[in-house]
């Protein structure tokens, strides 16, 4: 069941962790990379139809999901024989932040709240979307699943994280678009766990059962857009 996204008490709020694409960044660019792009260039290397393509990729796509490999554009690169990383670079002008995530994060940081990334994103897609955006300068740190070892999915990622970027649970928010990533995110102990419903700006809202959940994390900040300060002492 979908659960109502009540505004956070941001004064118990010390710390955010965001997933990046389909919640800070536009999850577009990466749906049509896969859905089309790959599949074009597949089709082109192998002498099939675009159609032929796709059925022959979907299944070794989803014999990965939720897995480091799923996420990994070296291991695409290797089992497709494609460059993944030139295709991505090559669409890189369509890499977008989702409609005033990039004001949410400056808001919460100007307001003395850590915001980390954590990303199940490869090192090098997380490169190329840096280099497009500029997308490190924006956050006090950036994590991806692949350096931690486990994908976010696993609940050996977060106490993994957490030696990395040590956190208090019952001050922490986490925010992705997700629902495995977001039960093992809760099931680890977060206290604050929302769900993004509108992680495509081309696609429509999707249901988060079990969560609550908003189409765009700068709803979190209520219908005032304020956030408090930390407190302090």
């Known amino acids: 069941m979908q659960e109502a996204a009540a505004t956070p008490d941001w004064d118990r709020i010390d710390t955010v962790l965001l997933d990046m694409d389909g919640t800070v960044l536009d ?47 070296e291991f695409w690169s290797r089992e497709l024989g494609l460059d993944i990383p030139a295709l991505k670079r090559a669409l890189r002008h369509e890499i977008t932040w989702l ?20 990303t199940n994103a490869h090192p090098g897609t997380v490169a190329i979307k840096d280099a497009q955006l500029g997308l490190r300068r924006h956050f006090d740190a950036v994590y991806s699943s692949h350096e931690v ?38 099931a680890h102990g977060i206290e604050w766990v929302y ?30 857009g304020a956030v408090r300060p930390v407190p302090r002492g």
Not at 37 to 55: F, I, K, N
Not at 99 to 116: K, S
């Open 149 to 186: 070892g486990a994908a976010k999915e696993s609940p050996a990622f977060w106490p993994r994280l957490a030696e990395r970027e040590p956190f208090d649970l019952l001050r922490t928010m986490f925010v992705d678009d997700s629902p495995p990533v977001l039960r093992a995110a809760r």
């Open 27 to 73: 999850l577009d660019y990466d749906m049509r990379f896969w859905r089309d792009t790959v599949p074009r260039h597949y089709a082109g290397q192998h002498g099939l139809s675009y159609d032929e393509a796709r059925r022959r990729l979907y299944p070794l796509f989803e014999s990965v999901r939720g897995t480091l490999d799923w996420y990994c554009i």
């Open 99 to 118: 409609p005033r995530a990039r004001e949410f994060v400056a808001r919460l940081r100007a307001e003395g709240r850590r915001v980390v990334l954590v």
């Open 195 to 224: 769900g993004i419903r509108r992680p495509d700006s081309r696609g429509p809202a999707r249901a988060v059962e079990g969560f609550p959940a908003v189409d765009a994390v700068h709803q979190l900040l209520g219908a005032g």
